[in-house]
């Protein structure tokens, strides 16, 4: 089958659909990534077709990440100034990535291509859609924390209260996605359900692309959701090792604690790096920072020869052989700590960060910090109280013992292959 694979946002929604993509063509498939163009150098060498979709992604852009990323109203602007803006030029461009130079049998979208579910309706292809946190579903029997009101966490297990969050959701957002219905209308189509909860989903599959220990499913989710598990992808090509320096520092003494922020709040770090070295040094502890390509990251005070600075280390190398990570909440960094075995300490920012800070406290294996109080003293009290008990470690163990069950990219291929078979048949 020819394939299309698509969305728009970080590493962390792309890489998923990188692994399932070269898996789809190991089958004998025809996977297409349509993706921002900022994408196509990492897609290039991997020898997969693309095809640019707007709005590009500037990554040097820290304004526009600061902006996606502010703690209360990161998801509107990220909606209503990024993404809704250029729909029009979204539609336009997966169209044609659906439709040439030959039609696709299949999309696969993201949830944050929100003109996939009109091309899909419009060119009358069959699709699927993935999701990657449980956020996404705003189930009212397992509630998320809302990143606009984090004090309603406190009472989500309140009679009603799972429907309460529900319907304030919906309420405000209730203008949001008025450009969606606007192209609905442009084009001759019914207004359809909402885009923000509902359309977003397939009606033929579903694809929860996280692990059972993340979220099980709920009586209100869609009822062709299928959890494969996570589908991991961060071996860049020709840049699978760790840098020589931080390789040398790894072997030169005891398991470090690494600090990071995944590839999009790297952008907005604030003083998260400057602090986390000055909860370091005070612990006297070996850590690793891994600041990303903005000079503003770089610590200004002389660290010790116990902190080694690196722009980017692929996780999969790295975590196993920390004592403990320090990050941001999002699900690609939170899935490879889970996979190595190793406790968190997480500092969530917005979108699905709160809630799955919170999943990770739940399940033993994690301490949160909020952003605004995450200062020296308090980051080195906790790690150390981490650091010295020992269930925190053994229970992070005993969860990437659970994950070595799951196949996430070979169930989702799996699944893809079937709807194919079973839309073509009808």
Not at 215 to 221: L, Y
Not at 373 to 381: L, M, S, T
Request: with cysteine.
């Amino acid at each position: 089958m020819r394939i299309v694979l698509s969305n728009i946002g970080t590493y962390g929604d792309i890489n998923p659909l990188i692994a399932i993509a070269l898996e789809l063509r190991r089958r004998g498939h025809v996977p297409v990534m349509a993706l921002p163009a900022v994408y196509a150098p990492k897609i290039a060498p991997l020898g997969l077709e693309f095809h640019a979709v707007r709005p590009d992604i500037d990554p040097t852009n820290s304004i526009l990440v600061e902006m996606v990323y502010d703690v209360k109203h990161g998801t509107e602007h990220g909606l209503r100034n990024f993404l809704f803006p250029a729909l029009r030029q979204t539609y336009t461009d997966l169209l044609d990535a659906a439709t040439k130079p030959a039609r696709a049998d299949l999309l696969l979208l993201g949830e944050l291509n929100y003109a996939g579910p009109v091309v899909a309706e419009e060119a009358k292809i069959p699709w699927a859609s993935y999701v990657l946190a449980p956020l996404s579903f705003f189930s009212a029997y397992d509630p998320p924390v809302l990143p606009p009101f984090p004090q309603l966490a406190r009472a989500d297990r309140l009679a009603g209260m799972g429907q309460l969050m529900k319907h304030l959701a919906h309420f405000t957002t209730r203008k949001w996605p008025q450009p969606i219905y606007e192209l609905r209308r442009e084009l001759g189509l019914p207004r359809g359900a909402n885009p923000l909860f509902d359309a977003k989903h397939s009606p033929q599959l579903v694809l929860a692309l996280f692990s059972r220990v993340l979220g099980v499913e709920q009586k209100d989710w869609p009822q062709n959701t299928l959890i494969p598990g996570f589908c991991f992808y961060d071996a860049e090509a020709g840049n699978a090792a760790l840098p020589a320096h931080l390789e040398e520092f790894m072997n030169a003494g005891a398991p470090p604690v690494v600090f990071t922020l995944g590839s999009a709040a790297v952008l907005a770090a604030g003083d998260f790096y400057e602090v986390s070295a000055k909860a370091a040094m005070e612990l006297g502890i070996r850590a690793v920072l891994l600041i990303g390509t903005d000079p503003r990251n770089r610590p200004q005070q002389k660290l010790p020869e116990s902190i080694c600075v690196a722009e980017y280390a692929p996780y999969s190398k790295l975590f196993s052989r920390a004592a403990l990570v320090v990050h941001q909440g999002g699900v690609g960094t939170t899935a490879q700590c889970l996979r190595a075995g190793r406790p968190m300490l997480i500092m969530p920012y917005s979108h699905d960060q709160p809630d799955n800070a919170r999943r990770m406290q739940r399940l033993g294996v994690a301490q949160v910090i909020q952003k605004s109080g995450y200062k020296p003293e308090r980051v080195a009290r906790t790690l150390r109280a981490m650091l010295d008990e020992p269930s925190f470690a053994q229970q992070a163990q005993i969860v990437a013992e659970r994950l070595r069950g799951e196949d996430g990219v070979k169930t989702a291929c799996d699944a893809l292959e079937e709807l194919h078979l079973r839309t073509r048949k009808a």
